[in-house]
């Protein structure tokens, strides 16, 4: 929808914006069956949450969804995470978690807790902090909640990497 807003030069009816977002969602021209559905995700998801973040602004009156101009002393930052995705930030959480648990696991098993051992356990701990601070100043306290789909994602991904990997075999 921003995408498509930008386009538009910043200005755009709600007409014009759901049909140019089916086409890119469809990479064809839409079908009233898709155009429907990208008007009720717009109406009723996106565009309120957009409004909410000051991101843009609707007029109901002439049906005009307009970008508004964010101040230029801000750094804004988008992420966009198709549906069974997971977000950048969960993926560097679960790097991080995996990092320090190996080099925990690593430094007990040898029993060397100096040196570099310690110095690899103590980067990998800092590394988890801040991808921990750095998801829930991303998500908010809900960012941590959303750890546990991350993993399944993830896990889904493992599957269906061994699946194909059967398949190749036979």
Known sequence: MLKALMELNGEACLREL??????????????????????TGIVQNHLPKLSLAGLVEYDRETDTVRLVELPREYRYYLEAVEKGDIPWCL??????????????????????????????????????????LHTAHTYGLKGIELIPYGIQAITKGFRRVKRKKEVWKT
């Open 91 to 132: 993926y560097y959480l679960g790097l991080s978690l995996a990092g320090f648990l190996s080099s925990l696991l690593y430094t007990a098993y040898t029993h060397s807790w100096g040196g570099s051992s310690l110095l690899t356990l103590i980067f990998s701990a800092l590394l988890l902090i801040s991808s921990l």
């Open 18 to 39: 759901v049909r140019r977002v089916a086409e890119m969602e469809s990479g064809a021209p839409p079908d009233r069956r898709l155009r429907k559905s990208v008007y």
